[in-house]
């Protein structure tokens, strides 16, 4: 029995072996496709591969590209000679352009700018976690040259107790720059570092911008240089002065290939204020946008849906996706309004810190169907968060005031809005139906919910008549502590 297993991998060894060496080097590929290869072990690819047979791993030297990618963790610190290991694999990548990720924040000795000198003129793309006094011996060994950079993502990992000079981070000499990440890189005037950007704004494709310090004025000057930018996220937290900004300090600009945008605040809940996401909005013009995430800190619903009103009438943008999170407490009359300009919305998520909000719009939604005004006529996947924190150490779900047998205010608007295979309530024209509904919850850890049970019934049998109508119905739960 042991032998005839035996033959049989032998068989199927010979089989792959006497695959033609470009096929067998298009699958090593594939196998580095996951964002768990690539690193310095044995355990992953292409290492692994390497250890199989010598034919193996003659095939994977001999395939350049398999070593174009190399991330680096702090569980490589301990690998012995790892500035010998690096140049290693990426010799055998030869002249190709390489990536490389590099998250050891912690490591003392000074081997960064070591490994990334002799391969500056072939990095394509960069992602650094990093101390920001890492940063300033980097730059000043570093040339001011990547000719074949394409993304960059800069990571501060840890602000530093000494205190620095100012220093420039410049990368306006990278002719193919598109994609940049920078995340807690503290802005000039803060904390111990000076950092002042020299950054090709208006090559950017993609720009993400998080930090704890950047002021919604400045966020707006650098989105007006980004004339390229098909994709904008930014996370802020701002100063007491910038809080009361209501209006931008200039007139609209245009973007007219911004696609995806998304706004939201590293600080929550700060202590002056509101409308602080009102400036960007009512300085933009975005006619192609198609994807928008809001993330509301203090700011009135009138003011936000009069914001989002007149940039569509500037921007007249179809919009296809809209997310909004926050403290927004919503008004039966503002979001309305926006929703009647975006016929074409198919995906809404609210993810409100109030869910008693959220009845308010489904209310809206479901009773301007029976009145022939229809909100929304395209929208086919809706997410709804069914939760609030109540106090520090338990969670009120809201399953009782949501799904209870006298207030069905979500069923009556999901099934108003799926009717499977009969015709469209109301006889209603270009109405679409519901092809997706999720609603999450969110529970503390070891705090039992007891009024979830006593729903159980109810909940499976709703379940089951959507889902026999051909919804997609998820009903997630996320633990927290």
Not at 314 to 326: I, K, P, T, V
Not at 391 to 398: K, L
Request: with cysteine.
């Amino acid at each position: 029995m042991a032998d005839a297993s035996l033959q049989q991998i032998t068989t199927d060894v010979m089989e792959i072996n006497n695959l033609p060496s470009d096929m067998m080097g298009e699958i090593f590929l594939h196998c580095v496709a996951s964002s768990a290869s690539c690193s310095l072990s044995r355990r992953k690819a292409p290492l692994n591969l390497t250890w199989v047979c010598r034919s193996w791993r003659q095939l994977a030297y001999d395939t350049p590209r398999l070593w174009t990618m190399l991330k680096l963790s702090d569980a490589h610190c301990e690998i012995p000679q790892l500035e010998l290991a690096i140049r290693s694999w990426t010799d055998l990548a030869r002249r190709h352009s390489l990536s490389l990720e590099y998250n050891i924040p912690h490591y003392t000795p000074p081997i960064l700018h070591k490994i990334l000198l002799p391969l500056s003129d072939r990095l394509c793309h960069l992602n650094l976690n990093i101390r920001m006094s890492q940063y300033i011996a980097l730059l000043d060994h570093l040339p001011l040259r990547l000719p074949l950079l394409e993304s960059i993502a800069l990571k501060n990992s840890r602000a530093d107790d000494d205190q620095y000079n100012s220093f420039v981070l410049d990368l306006s000499s990278c002719p193919h720059l598109r994609d940049v990440v920078l995340e807690a890189v503290p802005r000039p005037g803060r904390s111990g570092y000076m950092v002042a950007l020299a950054i090709p704004w208006a090559q950017l494709t993609t720009l993400k911008f998080i930090t704890t310090q950047l002021p919604p004025s400045c966020a707006i000057s650098i989105l007006a240089e980004c004339t390229n930018i098909v994709t904008f996220e930014t996370s802020m937290a701002v100063v007491p002065s910038e809080l009361m900004e209501a209006r931008p300090a200039r007139l609209p600009f245009v973007l007219s290939h911004l696609k995806f945008l998304t706004i939201s605040w590293c600080l929550w809940r700060p202590r002056y204020g509101y409308v602080v996401n009102v400036p960007i909005l009512t300085s933009l013009t975005a006619p192609a946008l198609s994807r928008l995430n809001l993330l509301t800190v203090r700011t009135r619903s009138d003011v936000l849906a009069e914001a989002l009103y007149e940039m569509h009438q500037r921007s007249q943008f179809d919009l296809e996706h809209f997310s909004l999170a926050g403290d927004l407490v919503l008004d039966t009359q503002d979001l309305p309004k926006f929703f009647r300009v975006t016929p074409k919305l198919r995906s809404l998520r609210l993810d409100l810190e109030n869910t008693l909000e959220h009845r308010r719009l489904v209310k809206i939604l479901a009773f301007r169907l029976t009145k022939k005004h229809n909100l929304l006529p395209e929208l086919v996947s809706l997410e709804l968060s069914m939760h609030r924190f109540h106090g520090r150490n338990t969670v009120i779900s809201e399953g009782q005031q949501m799904w209870p047998g006298n207030s069905k205010i979500i069923t009556t608007l999901i099934q108003s809005r799926t009717w499977g295979d009969k015709p469209s309530p109301y006889a209603q024209v270009g109405l679409s139906q519901l092809a997706r509904v999720v609603l999450g919850t969110r529970r503390r850890l070891g705090v039992k919910d007891w009024s979830i049970r006593k729903e159980n019934v109810t909940l499976e049998r709703v379940v089951e008549e959507l889902r026999a109508k051909g919804l997609a119905l998820e009903m997630p739960i996320e633990y927290v502590h």
